[in-house]
């Protein structure tokens, strides 16, 4: 029945621990700073490449978090914090911890969000930016520089690549960008849970995951578990 397959899968990915990578920082406050009553037309200009942003991830299987910026400020209970690991640099919020941070066109950016690029980027963690750039601090003119200055301008075309480059992937579907992934940690183990979202067309697909080991197949609608066969080669499982 419909209803257990839902039941299946809202139990299961509401376990455990989201793995994203990726942070997208949310141009609220651009939008607030050039929004004018009965006038959207720039609120739309900053909607449309976020979209655009946000689908393209989708579609390379680069799962993210939007970061709020109101969430971030010191003394929030997702204060935002820098830190080194052994994986490398991180930007820690909550219990999440992101590698990379992509700042999606706009004009302005909280004064602690400006703070907390810089120390990332000054620990070595990847900034990029999309054009265009914010200019404006808590939506005010400023003589500083809002981004730091290893962040590094990148066009929607060429950000599959710059992602392959500064980042592993963790999961990816060559040749299928109309499925999505989302991945949890639960009790030392990895769970993916991959959507076909293309309406018309299904099919066999080659899917690729960071790390080795064995893997099973989950059917949300049976509760079945299956062997699944795969091959692992330089540290990925295909």
């Known amino acids: 029945p419909i209803a257990d397959y839902f039941a299946r899968l ?29 006038a959207t037309r720039e609120v739309n200009q900053l909607d449309r490449p976020l979209d655009d942003l946000l689908m393209t991830l989708m579609q390379a299987q680069r799962d993210f978090h939007l970061a709020d910026e109101m969430l971030i400020e010191p003394g929030a209970a997702t204060e935002g914090r820098v830190k080194v690991d052994a994986l490398g640099p991180c930007l820690e919020v ?13 004009v302005t950016l909280a004064k602690n969000t400006v703070r907390l690029l810089r120390e990332f980027a000054a620990a070595g963690g990847p900034v990029l ?28 075309a060429h950000l599959p690549a710059v992602l392959d480059e500064l980042l592993p992937f963790d999961v990816r579907v060559p040749g299928r960008p109309m499925i999505w992934a989302h991945h949890r940690q639960i009790d030392g183990s990895d769970l993916y849970f991959l959507a076909n979202t293309d309406l018309d067309h299904g099919g066999v697909a080659t899917v690729q995951l960071r790390g080795t080991g ?20 330089d540290g990925v499982t295909e």
């Not at 909550?94 to 706009?106: A, D, F, N, Q, S």
């Not at 200019?135 to 003119?141: H, Q, S, Y």
């Not at 064995?214 to 062997?227: M, Q």
Request: hydrophobic share 45%; aromatic share 6%.
């Open 129 to 156: 930016a999309m054009e265009p750039l914010p200019t404006l601090m808590n939506g005010r003119a400023t003589a500083e520089a809002v981004l730091p200055p290893a962040t590094r301008v990148v066009t929607l």
């Open 10 to 38: 809202s139990y299961i990915l509401s376990q455990g621990q989201r793995v994203v990578d990726i942070l997208v920082i949310h141009p609220l406050g651009s939008a607030w700073a050039v929004y004018r009553p009965g």
């Open 214 to 233: 064995r893997l099973e197949a989950w059917d949300p609608a049976t509760g079945d578990v299956r062997a699944l066969p795969c091959q692992q080669r």
């Open 94 to 106: 909550g219990k999440m911890t992101y590698r990379l941070v992509i700042v999606p066109p706009g």
